[in-house]
């Protein structure tokens, strides 16, 4: 099973174009989003061609492929426009390890799922990296399109018993093997 992983798109139809290339190159199975799929938040300034309608049509043609988790950006009018699942957290067995996505406003690096887990995947911070943790693996897919911190336009492709985190031109920035 291969898995294209992704977060904070934030409306942006520039790189859910560019996300949705990515995907149909890797040849996914399967796509999670992690929240922050259609608004731009706040703090940020608006991504490069932001139309969340759009980008709902984009994300709606992978819906047999698709679930997501709710970001703290997406509002219940985002779930009923999206023709896929969200939940608050995903859970997957790969290679016998125990897989928990969430978007990261509530479990990351510093805040722990009260569950077993041997590696854990989010967003939110808009930052990629991946991290050991003592025993745990620790990943964060980073933002489709609005990176901090002098990171890249980012995913995470889980492929073969290995993760990557990638750049959306299909670099690889980053691995490890599960």
């Known amino acids: 099973m291969k898995y294209v992983i992704a ?7 520039y790189y859910a174009n560019l996300l949705n290339l990515a995907i149909l190159r890797e040849n996914a199975d399967k796509v999670i989003l992690l ?3 259609y608004y731009h938040g706040p703090r940020n300034a608006l991504p490069r061609d ?14 047999e492929k698709t679930i997501a988790t709710r970001g703290n950006c997406d509002a219940e009018v985002d779930i009923k426009i999206s023709d ?5 957290f995903i859970q997957l067995d790969y290679y016998g390890k125990k897989i928990f996505l969430s978007h990261g406003q509530n479990y990351n690096i510093k805040n722990f799922p009260d569950c077993d887990f041997d590696i854990m ?3 939110h911070k808009h930052t990629g990296f991946v991290k050991q943790v003592n025993d745990k693996i620790i990943i964060n897919c980073g933002s489709v399109s609005i990176p901090k911190d002098d990171t890249t336009n980012s ?3 889980i492929d073969n ?4 985190l990638k750049s ?9 093997n599960v």
């Open 7 to 13: 977060s904070d798109i934030h409306g942006s139809k």
């Open 35 to 37: 929240g922050d799929l």
């Open 50 to 63: 932001y139309d969340p309608m759009q980008v709902c049509e984009i994300l709606n043609s992978m819906k």
């Open 84 to 88: 896929f699942e969200f939940k608050e």
């Open 121 to 123: 995947i989010y967003g």
């Open 155 to 157: 995913y995470i492709l």
């Open 161 to 164: 018993g290995v993760i990557y």
């Open 168 to 176: 959306l031109d299909g670099k690889v920035i980053q691995s490890v």
